[in-house]
């Protein structure tokens, strides 16, 4: 009888996988696109140290895992999509600052709007153009135009 399938996810991608012990090389695989064959997967331990998991080795999948991989200059991932004003986008950076954001899409979002990023169940956080924001798979950023209160200039 096979293993029960359990979700588990690695950099942001939500799967679904046999329970039981893997190659690294097959989790890596079920990514899309994989994960490089040059990264490190990490199991994300919630209270404790997360553990390095060497290339060559095998992990023993539970339900509910968090992997993450993290490339030969210690960042992870590069390659991350994102909604800019309903735009799916790419960034190459995991890290951006807001001005960065901005120029994503086409046209750009001129300075005469402010940028927020959507945040599920908290309240949305706006976004300064020299403000450092690292990204996850699938982040959602809107604009709307700047609003001026009555009696400022």
Known sequence: MANPKVKIKID???V????????VTDIKALTTPPVPADHTLWIDVDGG?????????????????????????G???????IVVD????????ESVT??????????????????YRDIDGAPDEKIEDDEVVTLTKGA?????????????S
Do not use: Q, W
């Not at 140290?49 to 200059?73: A, F, K, Q, R």
């Not at 807001?98 to 005469?112: D, K, M, N, T």
């Not at 959602?140 to 400022?152: D, L, N």
């Open 12 to 14: 942001e991608d939500k």
């Open 16 to 23: 679904h996988v046999g329970a039981g012990v893997h190659s």
């Open 49 to 73: 140290p997360n553990i390095e998991v060497p290339n060559e080795g095998t992990i023993d999948v539970v339900d509910d895992m968090v992997l993450y991989s993290v490339g030969p200059d």
């Open 75 to 81: 960042a992870h991932p590069k390659h991350m999509d």
């Open 86 to 93: 309903t735009k799916a986008v790419v960034s190459e950076n």
């Open 98 to 115: 807001g001005a960065i954001i901005r120029r994503l899409v086409s046209p750009a979002i001129g300075p005469e709007r402010d940028l």
């Open 140 to 152: 959602e950023f809107y604009s709307v135009p700047t609003v001026i209160a009555p009696g400022c």
